[in-house]
């Protein structure tokens, strides 16, 4: 699923193509599910001929500014949902397939806004930039004010826009029973940390993602904040670009699960790291043995009975 370094990259696509344009038309198809609260008629109205002055993005959220009193378009990617400019393939969340299609209009696509100059009446340079959404996991609301509306009012902190200091991060963590990587994944905790996200954090900070969130050492609670920030950072840095992610991420091998792929991650001794996945907050989590063990550093990983396993459910308001 796109997360926070992947809306961002959404976010900074639109303000390429869009800013400053005016929507001289928008399409859309009927999908009652995807189009909460309204209708696609509803949208289409709302945004036709008003000026695109920004866009913007909390947590795993993105919204426009658009000139005028009337309501924001405010978007949510759920699991498949993704951005597509007329004659360029879809960003896709990790990487564009080989059989990416620039068929137009895209399949699933839920709109399509024709943006054209200021003082372009024919629309002969339009700029064509749709939403997609395959699993209709993804939401399109217009609101007043995004920012003090729900979805994003019930968000916890962004890593990037408003990351708690050290010491009002301490207690929001301690007084939590919960394994620390569902707390991550807890959009109402921290908003944009997805499961790759979560999994690079703890890896960073050297923690296994099971441990419970009220047992971190201080220690551990100063890294896993710091790696919140630092990953974030980094990959949005980049564009949210895998191929520039820093070598020695986890990202960079963590996709062979149930592959015999060998992957190349090496631990700080040069020696082989071994990568093992388990669920934890109804995801699949991956870690590396050596470096992230619930016993602390150099100790043996030993478990007990598990709780059974809660499959995933994408929330509909997030």
Sequence with gaps: ?????????????????????????????????????I???????????????????????FFLNLSGDGKKPVLHFGMTGMLQIKGQPASHYREVP????????????????????????SGAEAVQLAFLD??????IRLCESPLTEAPICDLGFDPILSMPSIEEFRPLVL???????????????????????????????RVHPEVRSNTLTDEQLVAVHHQISNVCKIAVSVDADSTQF????????????????????????GEPATIKWITVGGRTSAFVAELQTLGGPGKKLTRGKRKAKVAFIELPDL
């Design 39 to 61: 209708t696609h008629d509803d949208f289409a109205k709302e945004l036709n001929g008003r000026t695109v002055e920004s866009a913007e993005r909390y947590g795993k959220v």
């Design 98 to 121: 080989k059989s990416a299609s620039t068929d137009w209009p895209p399949r699933f696509m839920k709109f399509i806004l024709h943006l054209v100059d200021p003082g372009d009446e």
């Design 175 to 205: 007084k939590r029973s919960c394994p620390i990587k569902a707390l991550l994944l807890d959009q109402s905790f921290s908003a944009g940390v997805g499961n790759w996200v979560a999994d690079e954090i703890l890896y960073n900070a």
């Design 246 to 269: 820093p070598d020695h991420w986890l990202f960079n091998h963590r996709w062979g699960k149930g592959k015999k792929a060998a992957h190349n991650l090496k631990l700080p001794t």
């Design 134 to 139: 395959a699993r209709r996991l993804g939401r």
């Design 1 to 37: 699923m796109p997360e926070l370094p992947e809306v961002e990259k959404a976010k900074n696509l639109i303000n390429k193509v869009a800013r400053g344009k005016i929507i001289q038309k928008v399409e859309t198809v009927e999908d009652t599910i995807v189009f909460a609260g």
